[in-house]
């Protein structure tokens, strides 16, 4: 290879046979050209910390002289301060695929929901939730890596879902925010610290004040209506529905304050019919809320024992779950028979607003509605043991308002079966 010293021009290394072969810049000193053969390269070389070290700039064509011999003044002169380049560039190449590396490691939306879902025992509704959420309303973030999200995304999306229903956009991003509160603390690197941003994006909501004000719904079915509901579900029929599952299904609401999910899964082994009791699991502690029957439910509960073997209490050959899911259907037909339009949730308040009414303690009342005490400094409320006779009482109470005229007819009616 040639050791000689050119002036490099454009001209001299273009006209350059690709022999291979060195040729030093007379101007640059530490600049040259390298020719293989099948390419030329830019080079730079000078001794870093003693050590004769030779970098590689680019090859000719890609770069231009101009360009080439301004970056080799760069280099020679990092090189002038025992920086070697070669190093440098190996620890570039290292951390972009540490980077690359540590990017693969981190969860697309849809891998972070599967994690949480794995590791969460999350009851049945919400799991269900959440899925609605995932493939519902947040299905075209799923391939995004969670940490990709930002603010302004967060704030475009809760915008878009609010369009459709304030509730439904604001339970979206809080359950994106679990989610990503969940990662934070799951996908850790090799020295236990998060990959991901510890500041969850859907705080921007809050300190721009965006989250959507939902006004909780009060509506129930006043006294004066009932009579015209009762007489609505006492008559209805559905021709594919056996042993009035779905009636008494409403009839258990009303007269329970159950929520709808909790009654529908109601199975035998909840119910006492020795000592005529009833129990559901409240799906927000997971805690047994167990209530005395009063006369009408009890009954209503040894019919349809003696009608049903299975499991439920309220099955349904259609359903997967083996019992009655969300009869919004039969809802409807009922609302419009009696022009009383109810929800499932309205039948717990009506149940709340009777029980509320009544002539009885407030420790009765949140017994029977199964509510804890606000009040902490309340030590009396650890003490008092409400008795089964006082609650069955409030009970038959709560039946004699709702049911009126159709209580004892239909008792008479079921102890025939």
């Not at 970098?55 to 002289?65: D, E, K, Q």
């Not at 994006?201 to 939902?214: D, E």
Request: with cysteine.
């Amino acid at each position: 290879m040639s050791s000689s010293r050119v002036k490099l021009t454009k001209s001299f290394i273009d006209q350059l046979e690709l022999v291979p072969a060195i040729y030093r810049d007379s101007e640059l000193i530490g600049f040259a050209i390298r020719v293989n053969a099948s390419y030329k390269t830019y080079i730079v070389e000078k001794k870093v910390l003693g050590k004769t070290v030779r970098s590689t700039i680019g090859l000719h064509g890609n770069l231009t002289l101009v360009q080439a011999r301004e970056i080799a003044r760069e280099r020679l002169a990092k090189m002038s301060q025992g920086i070697n380049p070669n190093e440098e560039k190996r620890k570039a190449i290292a951390d972009e695929k540490a980077k690359s590396d540590l990017s693969k490691r981190k969860p697309t939306l849809e891998e972070a929901f599967e994690n949480y879902f794995e590791h969460k025992n999350l009851k049945p509704r919400t799991l269900f939730d959440y899925k609605i959420v995932l493939n519902n309303y947040l299905d075209d973030w799923k391939a995004i890596k969670l940490d990709e999200i930002s603010r302004s995304m967060i704030q475009q999306k809760h915008t878009e879902l609010s369009k459709r229903s304030m509730a439904q956009a604001n339970m979206a991003m809080r359950v994106f925010r679990a989610i990503y509160n969940y990662s934070v603390e799951h996908y850790l690197d090799e020295n236990d610290k998060p990959l991901l941003d510890a500041h969850n994006p859907v705080k921007t909501l809050t300190a721009k004040n965006a989250w959507n004000k939902i006004k909780r719904r009060k509506s129930y079915i006043n006294e004066d209506q009932l009579p015209d509901w009762i007489k609505a579900v006492f008559e209805y029929s559905d021709r594919g529905q056996k042993n009035e599952t779905n009636r008494d299904f409403l009839l258990t609401l009303i007269l329970t304050g159950f929520r709808r999910d909790e009654c529908e899964s109601i199975a035998w082994s909840s119910i006492d019919l020795k000592y005529g009791h009833i129990t559901s699991i409240d799906p927000k502690n997971g805690e047994p809320h167990t209530l005395p029957m009063g006369d009408f439910l009890f009954e209503l509960m040894k019919k349809r024992r003696r009608q049903i073997q299975g499991e439920w209490v309220f099955p349904s050959a259609k359903s997967t779950a083996g019992h009655i899911v969300n009869i919004s259907k039969v809802r409807n037909k009922i609302n419009e028979s009696c022009g009383i339009h109810f929800t499932f949730h309205d039948l717990r308040r009506t149940f709340g607003s009777i029980a509320e009414n009544l002539d009885y303690g407030r420790y009765t009342i949140k017994r029977l509605l199964n509510h804890k005490e606000d009040d902490d400094r309340d030590v009396t409320a650890g003490y008092i043991q409400v008795s089964d006779k006082k609650l069955r009482e409030a009970m038959n109470a709560i039946e004699d308002i709702v049911l009126g005229g159709y209580k004892a007819k239909y008792i008479k009616e079921m102890r025939k079966f």
